[in-house]
């Protein structure tokens, strides 16, 4: 089984250089679906609007972390 590459070229030093830069298909793949679950779990409709969900979730995901009660944690120790 043979992998498959895509060969890209971007339009900095590596044309001039004639150097294309290889990517797998496979990771491609891989990367498109999971911006399609990031958007879809996320709301988002677009890419852009990704980061400021995912930091949102974050931000609110570190200030139920740092609330939570010190006798929560104990009863898992």
């Known amino acids: 089984n043979t992998p498959n590459f895509v060969v ?31 958007k879809r779990e996320l709301g988002a409709a677009t890419m852009e609007e990704i ?9 609110l995901l570190s200030l139920s972390i740092h609330n939570s009660h010190p ?3 104990e009863e898992y120790e």
């Open 51 to 59: 980061l400021p969900r995912t930091k949102r979730l974050m931000e």
């Open 71 to 73: 006798e929560d944690d």
């Open 8 to 38: 890209e070229k971007r339009r900095s030093q590596s044309i001039a250089q004639g150097e294309p830069d290889l990517v797998g298909v496979r990771q491609v793949r891989q990367m498109s679906i999971l911006v399609r679950e990031l």
